[in-house]
């Protein structure tokens, strides 16, 4: 597996891919953009993607610009060598690893900005998150130029962002969104998961009690988004100790509030555990 560090030699790997592969029609360049301190479910991911593509960069950086200023940007885990282990062991044949600097050079002004979506769910909480999720993920693909971008549901709202982006930029990667992965107890697999106590670990299992809740509500006929939100506001009042950010029913699309569940509608919470912010959701239907 090979160790990449500029754009320069993370795109020269892509078009040497695409140059040996000329001669077939299928998927040729994946790229699984992350954050590093990879677990199970990047490894969903780099796997899927290793089944679709002949040919999977991973790309581990910690973006500082989606972060806020009293957010972990400093203490978010890292991780190198595991995660190239674990990259390579699921299928991966190159690591992307750029310094701050090859990614935002010193002067650069540009940033790519997905109006309205940006200021929904997540957005909403944390000012300007999505406006560096956009500008990191453009510039990695402009970089990779994979035909397909994995990701996974857990960011579902992430996911909304980067494929207006792509369409309105038209980008000619599809963005392919994986299950999420837990926990046998059903918690969402998460980096953030290694900052929760012993305590915190078990509260934070409110978060996909609230979305089987919902889940099992709607298996049984409720499509009220009144009715959804209230049932899964009621599960996380038995844990008070676990501060929601946001419980919603929205389009998937646009991020926006609807009234009914339907089909590929998106239920998404958010909630604090002590200084930790977890997220979780589930598409109806």
């Known amino acids: 597996m090979e160790i990449l560090r500029t754009v320069e030699e993370l795109r020269r790997w892509s078009r040497t891919a695409r140059r040996r592969a000329a001669a077939?029609?299928?998927?040729?360049?994946a790229l699984v953009p992350t954050m590093g301190a990879l677990h199970a479910g990047h490894?969903?991911?780099?796997?899927?993607?290793?089944q679709s593509c002949g040919n999977v960069a991973v790309s581990i950086f910690v973006n500082p610009t989606q972060f806020g200023p009293d957010e972990?940007?400093?203490?978010?885990?890292?991780?190198f060598a595991a995660d190239c282990e674990l990259a390579a062991a699921e299928g991966a044949a190159a690591v992307f690893v750029p310094s701050v600097e090859e990614i935002y050079p010193e002067g650069g002004a540009t940033f790519v900005d997905v109006d309205g979506l940006s200021e929904r769910l997540d957005g909403k909480s944390r000012p300007g998150?999505?406006?560096g999720v956009a500008t990191v993920v453009a510039k990695?693909?402009?970089?990779?130029?994979p035909d397909k971008a994995f990701f996974g549901q857990k960011d579902a709202a992430q996911v909304a962002v980067l494929r207006r982006m792509v369409t309105d930029l038209r980008i000619g990667t599809?963005?392919?969104?994986?299950?999420i992965v837990r926990e046998a107890d059903g918690l969402a697999l998460s980096s953030r998961n290694v900052y929760l106590s012993t305590e915190g670990r078990k509260r934070a299992l409110t978060l996909s009690r609230a979305v089987r809740r919902v889940e099992a509500l709607v298996k049984h006929g409720e499509r009220r988004a009144e009715a959804l939100i209230a049932a899964a506001r009621v599960t996380f009042s038995v844990e008070p100790s676990v501060r929601v950010d946001?419980?919603?029913?929205?389009?998937?699309a646009t991020l926006l509030p609807v009234e009914t569940a339907a089909p590929g509608t998106l239920f998404a919470v958010a909630a604090w555990v002590g200084p930790t912010r977890?997220?979780?959701?589930?598409?109806?239907?």
């Open 278 to 285: 977890l997220i979780d959701n589930t598409v109806i239907g």
């Open 174 to 179: 599809e963005i392919v969104v994986c299950p």
């Open 72 to 79: 972990d940007y400093a203490k978010y885990p890292r991780s």
């Open 24 to 29: 077939h029609e299928n998927c040729v360049v």
């Open 246 to 252: 946001y419980v919603e029913l929205v389009d998937w």
């Open 43 to 50: 490894a969903s991911l780099i796997r899927a993607a290793a």
């Open 140 to 145: 990695l693909l402009l970089a990779a130029e």
């Open 129 to 131: 998150h999505f406006r």
